[in-house]
């Protein structure tokens, strides 16, 4: 195996992960200070393409998540190099290679400071910034003003109501087809939220676990009063913290979490490649699911 401290980083080999390396992206996360976050990078390892370059010590090098859909968009994320072999082009070398792979599709990811300049070398521009919201969110007696969805999660099956009029908002608001990607969502996920009028469903949000926190997305809705009240309704099951991604466009949303104990841990730049405009209608799209995968 080529060791990338002594070989010019365009011939070092890059891989397609599985499942089994599970513990090897753990130990890289760690090896930057990230969160180890076993629960995210296994559905990621399931659900998006994950590549890395190895090391010859049998840890890996670096590693690069890419969630294609279909043709028409693609998530970057856990974009990660050892400090060790930091500053050698691994990162470079391994962007060309999701680049590549996701052809014409409108690229984006989420970016942080360290990786900002890197992917402004290959033709991507901040369109937002992203705040992570976390703490132990206060819920209070508010009323409960959502629904729990009543989800057939087996796409072979007849789609019932809910997952039938469920997968056609997001396919609106998203602007691309996740149907079978929330299937696998919802089977993780500790709960799914509906809001509706008297026209249907109007919204959804979802919680899932990671380590110790609840995550919630993504949250789709008509206004940022339908999303609040989808992620109360979410975060009355939260034992310990939760964590919401949400864009700095959406101040009043951001306010009232920040008033009930939401505070940012850390933010990045939301960045699309060519400065594309994103599929869909985002105004509507008020958190992502994860940003490694949008
Ligand atoms: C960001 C990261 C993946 C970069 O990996 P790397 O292998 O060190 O990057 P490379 O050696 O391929 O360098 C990438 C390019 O960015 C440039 N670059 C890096 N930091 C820069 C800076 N502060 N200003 C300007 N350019 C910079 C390099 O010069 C290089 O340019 P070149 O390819 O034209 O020579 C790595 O530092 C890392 O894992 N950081 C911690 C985790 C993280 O924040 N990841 C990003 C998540 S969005």
């Known amino acids: 195996m080529p060791d990338p401290l002594n070989t010019p980083a365009a011939e070092l080999p890059v891989r397609r992960l599985g499942p089994g390396d599970l513990d ?3 130990a890289l996360s760690v090896d930057r200070h990230w969160a180890p976050e076993e629960r995210k990078w296994l559905f990621l390892l399931e659900n998006a393409e994950v590549y890395a370059i190895d ?15 279909g043709t028409t968009a693609a998530g970057i994320g856990m974009m990660l190099v050892a400090t060790r072999y930091g500053g050698r082009g691994l990162g470079r070398r391994l962007m060309t290679h999701v680049l590549d792979t996701a052809g014409d599709a409108t690229v984006f990811l989420w970016a942080t400071e360290f990786g900002r300049p890197l992917y402004e070398k ?6 937002g910034v992203t705040e992570a919201r976390v703490g132990r969110l206060r819920v209070g007696d508010d009323p409960v003003r959502t629904r729990p969805a009543d989800l057939d999660a087996d796409l072979d099956a007849d ?3 809910d997952l039938g009029a469920l997968l056609a908002l997001d396919g609106e608001v998203f602007g691309a087809d996740r149907a079978e990607l929330l299937a696998r969502l919802f089977a993780f996920a500790e709960e799914v939220r509906v809001t509706e009028d008297e026209t249907g469903l109007t919204g959804y949000a ?10 919630i997305g993504p949250v789709v ?8 009240a989808l992620v109360i309704d979410l975060a009355r099951r939260a034992d310990g913290l939760v964590r919401i991604d949400a864009d700095r466009s959406r101040p009043s949303l951001l306010h009232r979490l920040g008033e009930r104990g ?23 799209m008020f958190a992502p699911m994860m940003l490694a995968m949008g």
Do not use: I
Request: charged letters at 25%; aromatic letters at 8%.
């Open 24 to 26: 090897r992206c753990v």
């Open 55 to 69: 090391a010859p010590s049998g840890d890996l090098a670096g590693t690069v998540t890419l969630t294609r859909y």
């Open 122 to 127: 290959l033709g991507f521009e901040t369109v």
């Open 159 to 161: 789609l019932d109501a």
């Open 206 to 215: 979802v919680s899932w676990r990671n380590g110790g926190t609840l995550f």
């Open 221 to 228: 809705a008509d206004d940022e009063e339908a999303a609040h």
């Open 262 to 284: 939401l505070s940012e841990a850390f933010s990045t730049c939301f960045m699309v490649r060519g400065g594309r405009p994103m599929p869909g209608d985002r105004a509507r």
